[in-house]
């Protein structure tokens, strides 16, 4: 701890190994977080790879995997923790699969009745993705009609259509009320 406290960057590192598996400390993946980010500032080679694993199991985080996989490409670039490669790629497949859109173009659809109808055919991009994951006795299965994408909204326009310069929202939005936004209704737009 006294490591830590002075700015060594492992010791931070292993400080959230520890809070995120509950080893000698109550298990806590939001102090995880806190410990990998102070580790990543200070320079640590492996917690890239610790924060992409909480961000791509949604622990003590909002799971993103655009998120997950920004850490996980860090950690192979630092080329130390030998499992980023393997979570990168499997990071990658499950964007592939499951989250077509994301860094795309996208606008926002059939919002009736939900929590946020005023953005009802908003357009923006998608900059995230997390699903619900159920954990079993055979592993993780993701469900895939559970997913919400991060989306970052373009900024608003005032009455006289010009940017109002208020800045731009991002909103988690289900899965089903995204659809990618075509050449033609950008064009209209």
Request: charged share 20%; glycine share 10%; hydrophobic share 35%.
């Amino acid at each position: 701890t006294k490591a830590a406290a002075q700015g060594w960057a492992d010791a931070n590192n292993e400080l959230g190994v520890l809070y995120e598996r509950g080893q000698f400390v109550s298990r806590n993946p939001s102090i995880a977080k806190e410990h990998y980010t102070l580790a990543i500032r200070q320079g640590s080679k492996v917690a890239p790879n610790n924060m992409g694993v909480l961000y791509s199991n949604g622990d003590g985080v909002e799971q993103d995997y655009v998120e997950a996989q920004r850490f996980f490409r860090m950690a192979v670039a630092l080329g130390v923790s030998p499992s980023a490669p393997a979570n990168l790629r499997n990071t990658t497949e499950t964007i592939e699969k499951y989250c077509p859109l994301v860094m795309e173009r996208v606008r926002l659809c059939d919002l009736e009745g939900t929590h946020r109808p005023d953005l009802d055919g908003a357009r923006g991009k998608a900059i995230g993705y997390g699903h619900k994951t159920f954990f079993t006795a055979e592993g993780h299965h993701l469900v895939n009609t559970s997913g919400a994408y991060w989306v970052r909204l373009d900024a608003p326009l005032g009455s006289d259509g010009g940017v109002t310069g208020l800045p731009a929202e991002i909103v988690r939005v289900s899965k089903r009320h995204v659809e990618a936004a075509t050449r033609e209704s950008i064009a209209a737009f």
